[in-house]
C-alpha cells in the first residue's frame, strides 16, 4: 500500500476518502473497503496457494468491486491470524479490538459477542459504555470451528448447507469424539464404514461444537444481546443447538457478510486513524 494520504486540495476532507480494512484467518482472506464508514465494497477468497496471495487476491476482488485502484486507498489495517502475511497493510490491529469496532458499529446495543472462525473462537463482552470489559479465546487443534465443518463435508461429499438441512431432522446424533480436523476425518469414515447414518454423525457434529462454544461463553457473562459473528453462524443446525443451550436467541447483524466483520472492523479503525 502506498504511504497514507493527507486530505488535500482536491479532497472533501478524510473522512471522504478510502479505507480498507483486511481479516486474514487460517482458511478465507476477508477485506473491506469503506468510505464515511460505509462498505463501498468486500470480498471473502478462500485459499487456493499461500495466504500472502489469498490476502492479494481479496484486495484485487474488493477494488474491482469498488471501481478503485491500490493507490486510492487511503489507510489499510491488517487484523487477524496471518496478520504479517498481509504486505500491503500499513499497520496492523488485533482482531478482538477489530470485531469490537465493527460490532459497536452495527448493534450498539450488543454486550456479548461471540466469534466462531475456521480455526478458532472467541467471547468478550461489552459494557454499557461500550469499553470490553472480559473475553476468553481458544484455538486448540480448532476445536469447535469451520474447519471440523468443512472436514465432514469433505468426506461425506455433500454440500454444506445440503448436510445442515437434512441433519436437522436426524434423530439418533452420533457424536464424535475427535475435534481436531484431521481426527475427525478419520472417525467419520471408520463410523460410516461401520453402518451410521451421515447425517446422524453430522447432526452430532454440529451438537458438539455448540457445546464447545457454549463453554467457551461459559467464562464471560452472558448479556444480551447477544451477538455471534464468523462463518460458523450460517450453520443453522450448529446456531439452533447453541441457542438451546445458551438459553437464549442469538442476535444477528444485518447488513454485512458475518465473515467479514472483522475486516470491517478494521477498516473503520483506519478510517479513524487517519482522521486523527
Known amino acids: 500500500m502506498s504511504q ?29 473497503i469503506v468510505e464515511n464508514s460505509r462498505i463501498l465494497a468486500a470480498e471473502t477468497l478462500p485459499y487456493r496457494s499461500f495466504p500472502d496471495q489469498a490476502a492479494v487476491g481479496a484486495m484485487e476482488g474488493a477494488l474491482a468491486k469498488a471501481g478503485l485502484r491500490r493507490e486510492d ?28 469496532r465493527a460490532v459497536r458499529q452495527l448493534n450498539s446495543r450488543a ?66 469424539n475427535n475435534q481436531c480436523p484431521i481426527f475427525v476425518e478419520s472417525e467419520v469414515i471408520s463410523l460410516t464404514n461401520d453402518g451410521h447414518d451421515v447425517l446422524d454423525l453430522f447432526a452430532g457434529v454440529a451438537a458438539s461444537l455448540a457445546g464447545k462454544i457454549a463453554g467457551l461463553v ?37 447488513g454485512i457478510d458475518p465473515q467479514t466483520v472483522a475486516a470491517y472492523g478494521a477498516a473503520l479503525l483506519a478510517e479513524e486513524r487517519h482522521r486523527v
Open 111 to 176: 454486550r456479548t459477542v461471540i466469534d466462531v472462525g475456521g480455526h478458532s473462537f472467541m467471547a468478550f463482552n461489552i459494557t454499557e459504555d461500550g469499553e470490553i470489559k472480559e473475553s476468553a479465546v481458544t484455538d486448540r487443534c480448532a476445536a469447535g470451528t469451520g474447519m471440523v465443518l468443512d472436514a465432514m463435508a469433505k468426506v461425506l461429499e455433500m454440500p454444506l448447507d445440503e448436510m445442515n438441512t437434512s441433519a436437522a431432522r436426524s434423530k439418533k446424533p452420533v457424536y464424535i
Open 4 to 32: 497514507p494520504r493527507s486530505a488535500g486540495a482536491g479532497d472533501q476532507g478524510a473522512g471522504t476518502l478510502p479505507y480498507a480494512g483486511c481479516d486474514l484467518g487460517i482458511i478465507t482472506a476477508k477485506v473491506v
Open 218 to 254: 461459559g467464562r464471560v457473562d452472558l448479556i444480551p444481546d447477544v451477538v455471534m459473528v464468523g462463518g460458523v453462524i450460517r450453520n443453522s443446525l450448529v446456531v439452533s443447538n447453541l441457542e438451546r443451550k445458551l438459553g437464549l436467541g442469538l442476535t444477528r447483524l444485518d
Open 73 to 100: 486507498i487511503a489507510l489499510c489495517l491488517a487484523t487477524g491470524m496471518g496478520i504479517r502475511a498481509v504486505a500491503f497493510a500499513d499497520d496492523a490491529v488485533s482482531e478482538i479490538i477489530s470485531l469490537h
